[in-house]
């Protein structure tokens, strides 16, 4: 039997990968998306995101024209949609902007077909799969979700970094409101998950899954944020603090460092707090203390400078070790470094900066230096983000640090 031709929409971080891996499995993959300039470096061969081992599978399923990049939406059995769904700022709130989840369901209503399978994969809010996405498809097509249409959530949970690996190797949960389309989602996702379960739940369920997932980590990280703050005022360590707590049997603090970061931890929290503004405080109150620490960070530098350099603040160089959201990475996106370098760079400082995990030359208008050369050049350092590379330099980094936001 024929495996399915599958669409999936949005050759991002996340859709860019599943793609390439279904088509490794044997599968026919169209790879839509409405930026022409990524169909066009996908159609040459090149990626245009940073994942270990993912440019050598990508290019072997393209040669074998199992995944064919496509700049217009086509028929298929399967719909897969991975666009991104970031948040809005409001005032004080934060709303989850489904302008590209609704955009997808409108084209997949002109192009789908009865027996169809359609899948989110894009973080949102409870009741964004059956109440605004597939009622949109029902509306745009004439058909019948459950009847004419299988409809499932299946909220992606990777890691950047290990993408591949964890698509093949964590549990999955899939959401869907009838028996048929759950055997349906169960048997693809199958294919591809190698060394995890799959568990079967409704659409609501499994929404808040993966908001949860990831409120449950920046709550943590919250504690151990506010702990470092808490430490700084009466002048102790906190990570040897944390690490004497931590011998605790039942006791496992996190590591502090300039806030959160990434496209799910800074994000997804807001969406439970949009659904239930009344009933949401602790995880409210965390990502508020989450998104301040990089202020804080700034205050706690500017008085460290003060204190070092009075008069002449403004002449010294600051290097600044790290811009990604995370070690060991080049992914910048929501990323409190460089909120940081950004910030003291708009008060007047000079500001050199070091990112080993990214490529470009230049990040928002900053020179991207070797860490030799931040050694250099930099009066002073402060150690933002804990890569390998800074961990195998930390005695020649130590002689220069003024402000130790993350442990080498």
């Known amino acids: ?158 890691l950047p970094g290990k993408i591949l690996y964890e698509l093949k190797n964590n549990h999955r949960i899939i959401g869907t409101s009838d028996s048929e389309s759950a055997q349906v989602v169960k048997e693809l996702y199958s294919a591809i998950v190698k060394g995890g379960e799959i568990y079967i739940t409704d659409t609501k369920t499994a929404e808040m899954c993966k908001l949860i997932e990831n409120a449950y980590r920046d709550v943590n990280i919250a504690f151990a944020n506010e702990l470092s703050i808490l430490c700084d005022e009466i002048n102790i360590d906190v990570w040897e603090l944390i690490r004497l707590a931590n011998k605790h049997p039942r006791v496992q603090i996190l590591s502090p460092g300039a806030g959160v970061g990434g496209h799910c931890i800074s994000v997804d929290p807001w969406f439970l707090v949009e659904s239930f503004p009344a009933n949401s405080n602790l995880i409210k109150q965390a990502r508020q203390v989450n998104d301040s620490k990089p202020h804080w960070i700034v205050s706690r530098i500017e008085n460290r400078i003060k204190s070092l350099y009075a008069g002449k603040e403004k002449r010294i160089k600051l290097g600044i070790l790290g811009l990604a959201y995370k070690p060991d990475i080049g992914d910048l996106r929501e990323s409190p470094s460089l909120e940081i370098a950004d910030s003291l760079v708009g008060k007047g400082y000079q500001v050199l900066v070091c990112e080993p995990n990214c490529s470009k030359n230049e990040i928002n208008g900053l020179k991207n230096l070797c860490l030799q050369d931040i050694l250099v050049q930099s009066d002073c350092i402060i150690t933002t983000v804990a890569h390998q590379e800074f961990k195998t330099q930390k005695e020649a980094i130590k002689a220069k640090e003024i402000f130790r936001i993350v442990e080498l």
């Open 1 to 158: 039997m024929p495996k399915q031709t599958i669409n999936v929409i949005g050759m991002g971080y996340i859709g860019l990968p599943t793609a390439t891996i279904f088509a490794a499995e044997g599968y026919e993959v169209y790879g839509y998306d409405t930026n022409p300039k990524i169909i066009q470096t996908l159609k040459n061969g090149e990626i245009h995101i940073k994942e270990p081992d993912l440019l050598g599978l990508f290019k072997t399923v393209l040669e074998q024209k199992k995944l064919i990049p496509s700049e217009e939406l086509k028929k298929a059995e399967v719909h897969i949609v991975c666009v991104p769904t970031p948040f809005q700022k409001r005032e004080t709130k934060r709303i989850a902007d489904l302008s590209l989840v609704i955009e997808a369901a409108k084209s997949l209503g002109d192009v789908i077909e009865k027996g169809n399978t359609v899948i989110l994969e894009s973080t949102v809010p409870p009741k964004t799969t059956e109440g605004v996405f597939g009622r949109i498809i029902e509306e745009r097509s004439g058909l019948e979700k459950g009847r004419d249409f299988h409809l499932a959530h299946c909220p992606e949970r990777v």
